[in-house]
């Protein structure tokens, strides 16, 4: 039975089944669905949270990334798509309360309750717009490069981005009059980009040029976002070690969606859970998931895991991000007060030591170890992680390598304007830095790695 959110209680729910919601939705309720998670329908964004969830926070968070549905499950989580699920279920079966507001029902146990995003809740944040990848030479076989597509007489970046958005593709490619929607595919990498100029002309122009404009759609890649954890317990168990700050959480979003299992982690970390990492919740002895998350060095510590993905990051990188997560949380910046007060100087004495005997304590105790360095990663992402995946003894699509390189940044990218001076070190702390720089470098090469980034190396 579909129709408008009402106010209704739990019990009289499961009584009467009325429409299971009675806050301020302004979307249409569904019904309930079965979701059994090995193939979701509405796999789109993706989050949760175990303390506030609501359906108008699933909703506007669906809305705001041009989705039509939101589906609620288990209380707690909540999932997006442009597709209904293809299994209704009986509207009683959808009995889990919503964290964040008592007397409404958020899904079940394998359950959704999907409504119809219909617009946006007063004072939420705006719809997302198409974004500008570059100008691109046409594959050769357009027909097999982009399933779908759309001729019209006054095709525009809002029209064609709000066409595939629709149908859940997250390229959209505008060629003269002609809109093409897509995936980033081997044929079609988005790797080598063309000047601007060559797309710039008149729509005949251009369509016979063979070269089209593309853009990144609001909607994810969905290629890629469907994980689980490991159906058998790990034989092996890895550690995904660094430093604080340097780049660990991406570094758990590119494994995750690459390899399809979750990540664990040595703690646990409810605004992580929130924003997708359920391995979170995990203990992370378990051997569920695929590699476990840690800080720690020392030799008990380490020797407890059979190998590790070491991921080392630019010290100078990594102790200002550290210290804006210390002071501000993970997407924040610590303010001017922080960077002034003997704070800022006390951590660097502190923890600049840490990032050198994290790595030389790795070196040393590891029994099997990848060394990855987090700007490298950056640099070339999808050979770095193809390393990384072969070491985890996971084979992966190269469209699948794609899927993630599309959505590369998660949701832990701070944004915005640095809130302190761009250069925080005084010249006693590049000293010190410095100097813990050249002892990793060596300690590397003494190990028969590769050393440190040149970038970042005293010369």
């Given at each position: 039975?579909?129709?408008?959110?009402?106010?209704?209680?739990?019990?009289?729910?499961?009584?009467?089944?009325?429409?299971?919601?009675?806050?301020?939705?302004?979307?249409?309720?569904?019904?309930?669905?079965?979701?059994?998670?090995?193939?979701?329908?509405?796999?789109?964004?993706?989050?949760?949270?175990?303390?506030?969830?609501?359906?108008?926070?699933?909703?506007?968070?669906?809305?705001?990334?041009?989705?039509?549905?939101?589906?609620?499950?288990?209380?707690?989580?909540?999932?997006?798509?442009?597709?209904?699920?293809?299994?209704?279920?009986?509207?009683?079966?959808?009995?889990?309360?919503?964290?964040?507001?008592?007397?409404?029902?958020?899904?079940?146990?394998?359950?959704?309750?999907?409504?119809?995003?219909?617009?946006?809740?007063?004072?939420?944040?705006?719809?997302?717009?198409?974004?500008?990848?570059?100008?691109?030479?046409?594959?050769?076989?357009?027909?097999?490069?982009?399933?779908?597509?759309?001729?019209?007489?006054?095709?525009?970046?809002?029209?064609?981005?709000?066409?595939?958005?629709?149908?859940?593709?997250?390229?959209?490619?505008?060629?003269?009059?002609?809109?093409?929607?897509?995936y980033p595919t081997p044929?079609?990498?988005?790797?080598?980009?063309?000047?601007?100029?060559?797309?710039?002309?008149?729509?005949?122009?251009?369509?016979?040029?063979?070269?089209?404009?593309?853009?990144?759609?609001?909607?994810?890649?969905?290629?890629?976002?469907?994980?689980?954890?490991?159906?058998?317990?790990?034989?092996?168990?890895?550690?995904?070690?660094?430093?604080?700050?340097?780049?660990?959480?991406?570094?758990?979003?590119?494994?995750?969606?690459?390899?399809?299992?979750?990540?664990?982690?040595?703690y646990f970390d409810g605004?992580?859970?929130?924003?997708?990492?359920?391995?979170?919740?995990?203990?992370?002895?378990?051997?569920?998931?695929?590699?476990?998350?840690?800080?720690?060095?020392?030799?008990?510590?380490?020797?407890?895991?059979?190998?590790?993905?070491?991921?080392?990051?630019?010290?100078?990188?990594?102790?200002?991000?550290?210290?804006?997560?210390?002071?501000?949380?993970?997407?924040?910046?610590?303010?001017?007060?922080?960077?002034?007060?003997?704070?800022?100087?006390?951590?660097?004495?502190?923890?600049?030591?840490?990032w050198s005997s994290h790595?030389?304590?790795?070196?040393?105790?590891?029994?099997?170890?990848?060394?990855?360095?987090?700007?490298?990663?950056?640099?070339?992402?999808?050979?770095?992680?193809?390393?990384?995946?072969?070491?985890?003894?996971?084979?992966?699509?190269?469209?699948?390598?794609?899927?993630?390189?599309?959505?590369?940044?998660?949701?832990?990218?701070?944004?915005?304007?640095?809130?302190?001076?761009?250069?925080?070190?005084?010249?006693?702390?590049?000293?010190?830095?410095?100097?813990?720089?050249?002892?990793?470098?060596?300690?590397?090469?003494?190990?028969?790695?590769?050393?440190?980034?040149?970038?970042?190396?005293?010369?």
């Amino acid at each position: 039975m579909a129709g408008q959110g009402r106010c209704c209680d739990l019990g009289a729910l499961r009584e009467q089944g009325g429409a299971p919601y009675c806050g301020k939705s302004l979307g249409t309720y569904i019904g309930c669905f079965s979701d059994d998670g090995h193939e979701r329908t509405l796999k789109g964004a993706v989050f949760y949270d175990l303390r506030k969830m609501t359906v108008s926070h699933c909703q506007d968070a669906c809305a705001e990334r041009s989705y039509v549905y939101a589906g609620l499950e288990a209380g707690v989580e909540c999932y997006c798509g442009n597709r209904l699920p293809a299994m209704s279920a009986r509207l009683e079966e959808c009995n889990h309360e919503c964290k964040g507001e008592k007397g409404s029902v958020c899904g079940g146990v394998d359950r959704l309750s999907v409504y119809r995003v219909d617009e946006l809740q007063p004072g939420s944040r705006k719809r997302r717009t198409a974004t500008y990848r570059g100008c691109f030479r046409l594959p050769e076989n357009i027909t097999h490069s982009f399933p779908s597509s759309l001729i019209h007489a006054n095709v525009t970046v809002e029209t064609c981005s709000g066409f595939c958005s629709q149908k859940e593709f997250p390229l959209a490619i505008i060629r003269g009059l002609e809109c093409y929607c897509a995936y980033p595919t081997p044929q079609f990498n988005l790797h080598d980009a063309m000047d601007s100029s060559l797309c710039g002309r008149d729509p005949e122009a251009q369509r016979l040029a063979e070269y089209c404009e593309v853009y990144q759609t609001p909607v994810q890649d969905t290629r890629c976002t469907d994980r689980r954890f490991l159906p058998n317990k790990s034989k092996v168990f890895v550690a995904l070690s660094s430093f604080p700050g340097a780049g660990n959480t991406w570094a758990r979003h590119l494994i995750e969606h690459a390899t399809g299992f979750y990540t664990g982690s040595y703690y646990f970390d409810g605004i992580l859970y929130n924003k997708g990492f359920k391995g979170e919740k995990d203990h992370w002895r378990s051997r569920r998931t695929i590699c476990v998350k840690t800080h720690e060095s020392g030799r008990r510590e380490i020797e407890m895991f059979d190998s590790a993905i070491l991921l080392i990051r630019n010290p100078y990188r990594s102790l200002v991000a550290e210290f804006n997560r210390k002071c501000a949380g993970h997407l924040g910046y610590a303010a001017d007060r922080n960077w002034k007060s003997k704070e800022w100087p006390e951590f660097v004495n502190s923890y600049a030591s840490w990032w050198s005997s994290h790595v030389l304590d790795w070196l040393k105790y590891g029994k099997r170890l990848l060394v990855v360095h987090y700007e490298e990663l950056r640099r070339s992402l999808v050979p770095t992680l193809r390393e990384m995946v072969a070491f985890l003894n996971v084979s992966v699509s190269e469209e699948r390598l794609l899927c993630v390189e599309n959505n590369k940044e998660g949701s832990f990218r701070r944004r915005g304007r640095h809130s302190h001076d761009p250069e925080p070190f005084t010249p006693e702390m590049k000293d010190l830095i410095n100097g813990y720089i050249r002892t990793v470098d060596q300690a590397l090469r003494d190990h028969n790695w590769t050393g440190l980034p040149r970038e970042y190396v005293p010369r």
